[in-house]
Every structure is written in C-alpha cells, then in structure tokens.
C-alpha cells in the first residue's frame, strides 16, 4: 500500500492509543477519534515526531440510527437520525485529507438539526 492510513475509533489512554502508536511506528497514517479533545491533542504530539499524523475531533451531535435508537424514538422522522455508513464516509474523507487542508474539529449533525 502506498500511503496506508489507519482509523483508530474510541481512542482512550490505554488499547486505542497502544494501536496508534504502534501504527505509527509501522508507517501509518493515523487518524484518531476520541471523545476528548485533550487526549488526542497529547497522543499527537507524543507520535507526530514518528511520522506526520493527522489527528481529528469528530464530534458526532446526533442520534446514531439502530435498531434500538429507533426504538427509543419511535416517532421520529428519518432525517432525525444520523446514517452509520454517513458517519464513516465522513471519517474516510477526514482520514485522506489533501495535508494543505487538514481539519481538527469535525461536526456532524443530521440534516434536521434546528441550530
């Protein structure tokens, strides 16, 4: 593979930062989600210096539809869930960023958000 990048989801102090880092180390690219914003900016700099790490907050403001979601919500239109498949479209967008465009912090809502 000639540019092989690596998604680390759930990315805490313990397993997902043990695989990035061993990632890095291989020659990946890594990208990273967390739920702290802290945790990945430290991860990051711990690694940048192995290799050029592009690391990404992607924050997910939404109901994730399932099954069991679907439940809970049983009355709620489409457009107010978010797609799985969306979700990691997005993420595969943030991990093969041009370098000269790199996004940090990362949003997604779906479509029926009132702001």
Same mark, same amino acid.
């Given at each position: 593979?000639?540019?092989?990048?690596? #998604?680390?989801?759930? #990315?805490?102090?313990?397993?997902?930062? /043990?695989?990035?880092? $061993?990632?890095? $180390?291989?020659?990946? /690219?890594?990208?990273? &989600?967390?739920?702290?914003?802290?945790? &990945?900016?430290?991860?990051?700099?711990?690694?940048?210096?192995?290799?050029?790490? @592009?690391?990404?907050?992607?924050?997910?403001?939404?109901?994730?539809?399932?099954?069991?979601?679907?439940?809970?919500?049983?009355?709620?239109?489409?457009?107010?869930?978010?797609?799985? /498949?969306?979700?990691?479209?997005?993420?595969? @967008?943030?991990? @093969?960023?041009?370098?000269? /465009?790199?996004?940090?912090?990362?949003? &997604?809502?779906?479509?029926?958000?009132?702001?």
């Amino acid at each position: 593979m000639a540019n092989p990048v690596v #998604v680390v989801t759930g #990315v805490g102090p313990g397993t997902g930062a /043990a695989i990035a880092r $061993r990632f890095s $180390r291989g020659g990946y /690219a890594v990208a990273m &989600l967390a739920r702290s914003r802290a945790r &990945l900016i430290a991860l990051e700099r711990e690694i940048e210096s192995a290799r050029a790490v @592009h690391v990404a907050y992607v924050m997910i403001d939404a109901v994730i539809d399932l099954e069991w979601t679907r439940q809970m919500f049983p009355n709620a239109p489409d457009e107010f869930f978010i797609k799985p /498949a969306a979700i990691a479209e997005e993420v595969w @967008h943030v991990a @093969h960023q041009d370098r000269s /465009a790199w996004s940090f912090n990362v949003e &997604l809502r779906p479509f029926r958000e009132t702001w």
